[in-house]
């Protein structure tokens, strides 16, 4: 009971945190204030459960983290806001996701560059995403699917334009020359029933979203987006492996969740941010967070990280070229 | 039996009750603060129910959700600010109640009538679950269509004097609510290239500027200052009140768990459709609008009505159907359980547990709404040159708060002058909200359903659903056209 008692109290002073800020007394170790986790999106979203359970994590390597959300343009208010730096840049991090690649591929006008005006820490936790029909479909691999698609059409769904989940199929769409209808709807809490009753033929919904559905056999997996098999889905071939002979031998997508900063970020900062991110991915709450999420830890750190997220960059920079979505 | 002694271990914890109490509790401040949503409480909550049991965590949550969207309501009578969408509907009646000097009136029928419809929802979740979540696996995007169709018609009925301007609100609303970018192409609508623009106009500052604002102004450009009457002082619920609003309550609670259980509706359309429905067929009709305690009652019933059945479709599907439910839906992973037909199968005592806990947050509702009423109430004996400024200090920072985005105040004082203008002109400003939410779904629904269908127009009319709410959609034009010849044949008199 008195657990609870404290845990309500810190929900307050959390909230209070946000609100008022306290400036800390200044040390000679970064950080010498609190650290702000930007969320570039709205309360509730995959991207803000992860940094809240990240933000949490850190506070014991760097002290008072708190979690601010910033929603707005796809993601592109926030990290906007961050590359522009002023008062708070060198104690700020964002929380960075394929939003941030597919951001600067679609919106325009942005007064920032996604790669040159930021520091990358690392890539924190990637969560495949998996192609998905409903169990009544007659198609039963990705084979069966693509044939069907190009000799006919048929719709995939997604929870907006410019999500990962739209554009791992409109990726999969320019790749194989099927003849595929995007059918987007607001949240995947629209889209999944559309699915599961059939409604839509495919989508490539994040795993958390669909594993309940998939394990529980209301809906089929046909394949998952990474290059290498999931742990959760053992027996489901990836993208690339079963669809070698459609064009699909280079096939990758994924929902990453990944921290940048401002470019001015001081080396001995990123530094402590990095060996402090690695810490909290070594620890046991991490890892027994993961499977929840039907994820995996982010491999990409630092520079491989910036090169990973250019790479993303340019993909969907094409993607959205083809698919003609505005820019 | 041994199930059921297994449900009270799970259930009879001090935890849970205190869980549910606290979460009540913060719920119904939060969301009558405005700008504080129970989405950004629950939010806010989440990391730390990580390690409470998964019961508890659930209820902290469930608990939240449901203070919170009777606590929208206090704001919304007492200085016409709706601390959240939903309660937009409650300051329709509420407002002018309270400047009769009936807060208490007022907070008491919303409060009755959200317990009551909290109850009714909380019994359909229980017992129909699994039937209503095939209702909702059924609704697609054509039958979503027509029931935003027949949504449209409630304008007609909160349009106030006159029907013409009720639908310039209506087209207002939609206009706006096309600001942002297109939902299937992404191109940009209205943007002007303002990046502050681009995912459409938020909501809260919308609201805030529509209703709250225009009062503000008012009390500043008029030379008269309104006299009010102590509310503390002013009468209570009377028996005759109840029983006359208990068919509406009944009616809109009913109606709340249809659109709770199926997703992406929200309490918003619940509660319009709710009052729309009760001064259609209330004698007193021509009192809505003017202080109707039957009004607020509606209102509120529709939205609480959605609370308990919007966990229909997440406990029985897992699918979530808003935000908050999505939340809820994260809380349940992080434990390890995954809602849907296997959660019943491998946690029943788990489930009902849950089920035993949301039972008692209605009751726990009732004891701190009547505990908050008593000092919330106070609010409205502060005299309007003292509490104005302090209400406007809560809209700027609800405004900012949502988004913290100084835009949003800019677009709150915008939508205040709208409103200021629309309360010069005679025009309603809930038609204009009604546009605004109900405009995108219904063309992102008509899209849909052409796109599903590769443009074949048959698809609208596939199904039982579908026939079901088009000929309710027929139904409410005949019956509004029908009043009006009526009131044209019979030269106002009254």
Not at chain 2, 432 to 459: A, Q, Y
Request: hydrophobic share 50%.
């Amino acid at each position: 009971m008195n657990r609870l008692i404290v845990k309500l109290t810190s929900v307050m002073t959390l909230a209070a945190a946000v609100t008022f800020p306290i400036p800390s007394v200044a040390a000679s170790e970064w950080p010498a204030d609190t650290v702000k986790l930007i969320v570039p999106y709205s309360p509730g979203g995959t991207t803000d459960i992860v940094s809240r359970k990240v933000a949490d994590l850190l506070k014991e390597e760097l002290g008072n983290v708190v979690v601010e959300n910033r929603p707005g343009a796809g993601s592109t208010v926030a990290t906007g806001q961050l590359a522009r730096g002023g008062r708070d840049a060198d104690h700020t991090i964002l929380m960075a996701s394929p939003g941030h690649a597919i951001g600067a591929a679609i919106y325009p006008g942005l007064r920032y560059d996604p790669v040159e005006d930021f520091r990358f820490i690392r890539n924190v936790i990637s969560i495949p995403n998996v192609m998905v029909v409903p169990a009544s479909s007659a198609y039963n691999s990705l084979a069966e699917f693509v044939e069907a698609a190009r000799n006919g059409e048929v719709t995939f769904s997604s929870p907006g334009v410019g999500s990962s989940v739209h554009m791992s199929g409109e990726l999969f769409k320019t790749m194989t020359g099927a003849n595929m209808i995007h059918v987007p709807f607001r949240g995947s809490g629209e889209a999944l029933p559309a699915l599961l009753a059939g409604d839509v033929d495919v989508a490539f919904e994040n795993m958390p979203t669909v594993l309940p559905h998939i394990k529980s056999g209301k809906l089929k997996a046909l394949a998952v987006t990474t290059t290498k098999r999931s742990p959760f889905l053992p027996d489901v071939p990836t993208v690339a492996e079963a669809g070698s002979d459609f064009g699909l031998a280079g096939y990758k997508t994924s929902a990453w969740f990944g921290l940048i900063t401002h470019k001015s970020m001081p080396d001995d900062a990123v530094l402590k941010l990095r060996t402090s991110v690695a810490d909290v991915m070594a620890g046991e709450s991490f890892k027994s967070f993961l499977p929840q999420l039907g994820a995996e830890p982010g491999e990409e750190d630092g520079e491989v990280f910036r090169t990973f997220v250019a790479e993303e960059v340019v993909k969907w920079d094409g993607v959205a070229q083809q698919a003609n979505v505005k820019k | 039996m041994e199930n059921f002694s297994e449900v009270l271990s799970i259930f009879l914890s001090v935890d849970n009750f205190i869980a549910i109490a606290a979460g009540v509790l913060i719920g119904v401040v939060v969301g009558a603060i405005p700008g504080l949503t129970a989405t950004m409480a629950v939010a806010l909550a989440l990391p730390f129910t990580f390690s409470m049991e998964p019961v508890t965590a659930i209820l902290l949550l469930v608990g939240i959700y449901k203070g919170g969207m009777y606590g929208g309501s206090i704001t919304a009578i007492l200085i016409r600010t709706p601390g959240s969408p939903a309660s937009a509907c409650t300051l329709l009646d509420g407002y002018p109640l309270a400047q009769q000097g009936h807060a208490k009136k007022a907070l008491k029928a919303a409060l009755y009538s959200s317990c009551v419809a909290d109850v009714i929802s909380n019994v359909a979740l229980i017992f129909f679950a699994a039937y209503l979540a095939k209702i909702a696996l059924n609704f697609g995007p054509p039958e979503y269509f027509w029931l935003i169709c027949f949504s449209l018609t409630i304008i007609i009925s909160i349009s106030g004097d006159s029907i013409v301007k009720g639908l310039i609100a209506a087209g207002l609303g939609i206009i706006v609510s096309n600001i942002g970018l297109d939902a299937v192409y992404g191109s940009q609508r209205l943007t002007f290239d303002n990046y502050n623009l681009m995912d459409r106009i938020s909501f809260v500052p919308l609201l805030i500027g529509l209703f709250a604002i225009p009062e503000i102004i008012e009390f500043y450009t008029s030379k008269v200052v309104p006299h009010v009457r102590s509310a503390v002082s002013g009468a209570s619920l009377t028996l005759a009140e109840c029983k006359r609003s208990l068919k509406s309550v009944i009616r809109g609670s009913l109606i709340g768990v249809i659109i709770g259980a199926i997703p992406g509706t929200g309490a918003t359309a619940a509660a319009f459709i709710s009052y729309s429905e009760a001064k259609r067929n209330s004698p007193n009709k021509h009192n809505f609008g003017k202080g109707e305690v039957e009004g607020v009652a509606a209102a509120e019933a529709g939205n609480n009505g959605v609370a308990g059945a919007t966990l229909i479709p997440l406990l029985s599907l897992g699918i979530p159907g808003d935000v908050i439910t999505a939340i809820i839906l994260g809380a349940f992973m992080i434990h390890g359980l995954t809602p849907g037909p296997v959660l019943f199968q491998e946690n029943l005592s788990l489930v009902y547990a849950l089920f035993c806990g949301i039972l008692l947050s209605s009751v726990v509702l009732l004891v701190v709404g009547n505990a908050a009423i008593r000092y919330f109430s106070l609010i409205a004996d502060i005299p309007k040159a003292i509490l104005l400024p302090i209400v406007l200090m809560f809209c700027v920072y609800g405004a900012y708060a949502v988004n913290n985005s100084t835009f949003d105040i800019g677009l709150m004082m915008v939508f205040g002058l709208l409103g200021f203008v629309f309360n010069r002109t005679g025009i309603a400003a809930a038609p204009f909200l009604i546009g605004f939410i109900l405009g995108p779904m219904f063309e992102d629904n008509l899209r849909r359903t052409l796109l599903i269908s590769k443009g074949d127009p048959l698809v609208f009319f596939r199904g039982p659903i579908a026939w079901f709410f088009i000929a309710l959609t027929v139904a409410s034009l005949l019956f509004a056209v029908r009043r009006y010849w009526k009131s044209r044949k019979v030269p106002a008199t009254a």
